[in-house]
């Protein structure tokens, strides 16, 4: 069973930046699918990012410019770097490997 665990998350101010990461348990990581998705008080989770097992990247247009999604196969974690943070950005974090495996989140607060 892959577990997922985040970090990184944390207060920081408008226009600061944060790497989140997420570390994966077990020895498929490699050919896995993984994606960050985040979730605002009172809304619904929606799709931040995506990283294919070949590294082919995609993201949601409201962070596109300003995140950056990664993996080191080696050390079974994706990252996701966000800079130029705004305070829409605040909503807790989640990774998941697809399909269906989720991490307990982590949380983003993006405030001065």
């Known amino acids: 069973q892959v577990q997922l665990v985040e970090s990184g998350g944390g207060l920081v101010q408008p226009g600061g930046s944060l790497r989140l990461s997420c570390a994966a348990s077990?020895?498929?990581?490699?050919?896995?699918?993984m994606a960050w998705h985040r979730q605002a008080p009172g809304k619904q989770r929606e799709f931040v990012a995506i990283?294919?097992?070949?590294?082919?990247?995609n993201y949601a247009d409201s962070v596109k410019g300003r995140f950056t999604i990664s993996r080191d196969n080696a050390k079974n974690t994706v990252y996701l770097q966000m800079n130029s943070l705004k305070p829409d950005d605040t909503a807790v974090y989640y990774c998941?490997?697809?399909?269906?495996?989720w991490g307990q989140g982590t949380q983003v607060t993006v405030s001065s």
């Open positions: 998941q490997k697809l399909p269906k495996t």
């Open positions: 990283i294919t097992n070949t590294g082919t990247t």
């Open positions: 077990g020895n498929i990581f490699t050919n896995s699918v």
